[in-house]
């Protein structure tokens, strides 16, 4: 079956730096697109990058563009997350996505920006 597995996620200081990885399995990770969402209490889920089959192209939300570099390892079947300068409203909770007919979701983590 799909799984998305998701770590990296922590407590960091403002302008600090993280890395957050999706480890996929149950389906050809290299036939898909990938993507991370991310939500804070209150809101809504919102798309954070998505990265194409082969990684040529990618798109952020431009809250996070030139911060944050979303990429991908084929071999490894694992999507990652670089980021940098973060801001405490980059606060939440973190969530690795596919649609392979469906939507997948990971179980999320957490990231959370404060002094």
């Known amino acids: 079956q799909v799984q998305l597995v998701e770590s990296g996620g922590g407590l960091v200081q403002p302008g600090g730096s993280l890395r957050l990885s999706c480890a996929a399995s149950g389906f050809t990770f290299s036939n898909y697109a990938m993507s991370w969402y991310r939500q804070a209490p209150g809101k809504e889920r919102e798309l954070v990058a998505t990265?194409?089959?082969?990684?040529?192209?990618?798109n952020y939300a431009d809250s996070v563009k030139g911060r944050f570099t979303i990429s991908r390892d084929n071999a490894k079947n694992t999507v990652y997350l670089q980021m940098n300068s973060l801001k405490p409203e980059d606060t939440a909770m973190y969530y690795c996505?596919?649609?392979?007919?469906?939507?997948?979701w990971g179980q999320g983590t957490q990231v959370t920006v404060s002094s």
């Open positions: 996505y596919a649609y392979i007919g469906w939507r997948y």
């Open positions: 990265i194409t089959r082969a990684g040529g192209t990618t």
